[in-house]
């Protein structure tokens, strides 16, 4: 390729002609295959000396971007694949490198992030994701509006200081018009939320509260058994969870005398279970 004859390089600082300085060396730009075969195109880079930057800077090309050696058109191509396939596999399938696609994918969402309109967001879900088989993770954070559901934000990590990233990165005015925040019950998210968007509806996972619910009770339970063997009493806790946590018309007739040595005085365990339960809905 080459420019056209008598048109000005455009000043890739400011993106506005410039007078012409000199040329660098042939530079490829890697273009979409066509049917298995690689696609370059050559172009030989100028540079102009750009007064309104006041200095010596290279030339803006409309198909490709600074440093990458892929041109943009290919890079939405493969960025493209790479949402069907994995990036290994988008790599393999147009024999290119991982490297590449990740690239590719990089500029792509660099693009989109800087085009995002927010808008009004009404809801929150922050969650995390373990990676790498190990114990990292990752704070997401997703808008959850009616009609609207979109990833908004990934942080390293689940800490206090990842997830403040989040807000800071929002910015108090989209953050001050947030109702409604859902989240498990991981105690730096709680704080955060506590700390960021006091006015927000804080909604807890109710998966989470019911696993918190019978991990206190096996811990009381266990608790409490110890403290009988150690006054040399029967310890009546010992595999009880099920008997505490049944339906009473769920239980045989030996667990039912078993319920009725366990609890203090008579009571109905159903009416305790609703109760609860109601309070989950
Ligand atoms: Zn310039």
Known sequence: MRPRKGSAAICSRCHQPAPGYDQLGERRFEFIP????????????????????????????PWGNGKRTLTKVYMLFLAGW????????????????????????????TWGLEHRTLGQIDAIGVDEIQYAKGHKYLT???????????????????????????????????????????????EPYLKVIREKCSEGLHILDRFHIVAKMNKALDEVRA?????????????????????????????????????????????SPELNRDKQNERYR
């Open 140 to 186: 997401l954070v997703y808008q959850i509006d009616i009609g609207i559901t979109r990833l908004l934000w990934v942080g390293k990590e689940r800490t206090i200081e990842s997830f403040q990233g989040f807000f800071t990165t929002m910015g108090e005015a989209v953050i001050s018009k947030i109702e409604f925040i859902c989240s498990d019950m991981w």
């Open 34 to 61: 066509l049917w298995g075969f690689f696609v370059f195109l050559l172009y030989t880079m100028r540079r102009v000396d750009c007064r309104r930057c006041g200095a010596v800077v290279v030339e803006e090309v």
């Open 82 to 109: 790479a949402r069907r396939l994995s990036w290994k596999e988008t790599a393999e399938a147009f024999r290119t490198s991982w490297e590449k696609v990740f690239d590719a994918v990089e500029h792509v969402v």
């Open 223 to 267: 608790e409490e058994t110890r403290r009988m063997q150690r006054e040399g009493r029967a310890p009546v806790l010992k595999k009880s969870r099920w008997l505490l946590l049944k339906r009473s018309e769920n239980l045989g007739d030996e667990q039912h005398f078993r319920l009725r040595d366990l609890l203090p005085e008579p009571r």
